[in-house]
């Protein structure tokens, strides 16, 4: 079974900065079964990139991914208030446990 | 661009059963795979269970497997989630979600809003 590893668990990052996300896979997957969640409190998920690096629609395009193998990246460029959340990668059935990104 | 509603949730016991459903509009559900998806308070989501667009075939994980069933009613556009002995570790906000652009898991596009299911005595 794969694992997906988030890394930091929390970042504190001003509105305005870069967020860089890592979602890090036990082992070697395919890029096209890749995708990026954000998620607010009381609320569902909601899909922003699909196979790595696609944007799903209405997705704003400050935030982008990318990598392959085992090490993917979600950058959200120039942080707005409403992109503090958590955010989940996910493969196939499996999900990583989420990185916060809380205001500084 | 499509819209899910789960229902059904609520307490039950340690060891009792409950029936979630999930309501499907604006999209056509029969050619989808839909998933049900659950998030334990203050934990990551967890995939629970998968059926095809025809109903045919169906996927389970290895913590359900054998409690839980997966169905569907494809005139009515529902998605069902038939628990059976639940346990204290099976409490979570409920998902129904849709598989994207045909896949069963590549990605989910459409969430609803969650059901919650509490197991205590």
């Known amino acids: 079974e794969i694992v997906l590893t988030q890394s930091p668990g929390t970042l504190s990052l001003s509105p305005g900065e870069r967020a860089t996300l890592s979602c890090r896979a036990s082992q070697s997957v395919s890029s096209s079964s890749l995708a990026w969640y954000q998620q607010k409190p009381g609320q569902a998920p909601r899909l922003l990139i699909y196979?790595?690096?696609n944007r799903a629609t209405g997705i704003p395009d400050r935030f982008s991914g990318s990598g392959s193998g085992t090490d993917f990246t979600l950058t959200i460029n120039r942080l707005e208030p409403e992109d503090f959340a958590v955010y989940s990668c996910q493969r196939l059935r499996t999900f990583g446990q989420g990185t916060k990104v809380e205001i500084k | 661009e499509g819209q899910l509603v789960e229902s059904g949730g609520g307490l039950v016991q340690p060891g009792g059963s409950l029936r979630l459903s999930c309501a499907a509009s604006?999209?056509?559900?029969?050619?989808?795979?839909m998933s049900w998806v659950r998030q334990a308070p203050g934990r990551g989501l967890e995939w629970v269970s998968a059926?095809?667009?025809?109903?045919?075939?169906?996927y389970y994980a290895d913590s359900v497997k054998g409690r839980f069933t997966i169905s569907r009613d494809n005139f009515n556009s529902m998605l069902y989630l038939q628990m059976n002995s639940l346990r204290a570790e099976d409490a979570a906000l409920y998902y129904c979600a849709r598989g994207y652009s045909g896949s069963w898991y590549d990605a989910f596009d459409i969430w609803g809003q969650g059901a919650m299911v509490t197991v205590s005595s």
């Open positions: 196979g790595a690096s």
């Open positions: 604006g999209f056509t559900f029969s050619n989808c795979a």
């Open positions: 059926i095809s667009g025809s109903g045919l075939i169906t």
